[in-house]
């Protein structure tokens, strides 16, 4: 067995098909990652409603202040202006959002032209 053999050019020598674990959470990782720019591509693009991504289980683990900013027009003050008003922090993810904050949330982009 040469020095420089990876695990994956092991499995493959041994017949055995089974990938490497840390091969299979990069794909995961790759798809979750691919995932999130098409749903931030979507709301630049004014195809998807914020609120509607926000639901999206692409974005659960992306903050709601980098969804908030991919929509057009929307920078740093914007963003933060809107999520002190609704009380929420920027690091809070999407999929932690409570129905409460929601809600909120949707009131308040309401409100904001």
């Not at 092991?10 to 995932?35: D, H, S, T, Y």
């Not at 639901?55 to 929307?74: C, E, F, H, K, N």
Request: hydrophobic content about 35%.
């Amino acid at each position: 067995m040469p020095a420089s053999e990876t695990t994956a050019e092991r499995a493959q020598r041994n017949g055995n098909g089974a990938k490497p674990q840390r091969i299979e959470a990069l794909e995961r990782a790759n798809a979750v990652r691919f995932a999130r720019a098409d749903v931030k591509r979507r709301v630049t693009a004014g195809e998807v409603h914020v609120m509607h991504a926000v639901l999206d289980p692409a974005v659960a683990t992306m903050t709601i202040y980098d969804l908030l900013r991919s929509q057009r027009g929307w920078g740093h003050k914007k963003t933060a202006w809107l999520l002190s008003q609704s009380g929420l922090s920027e690091s809070r993810p999407c999929g932690a959002l409570t129905r409460r904050q929601r809600q909120l949330l949707r009131h308040e982009l309401g409100r904001r032209p």
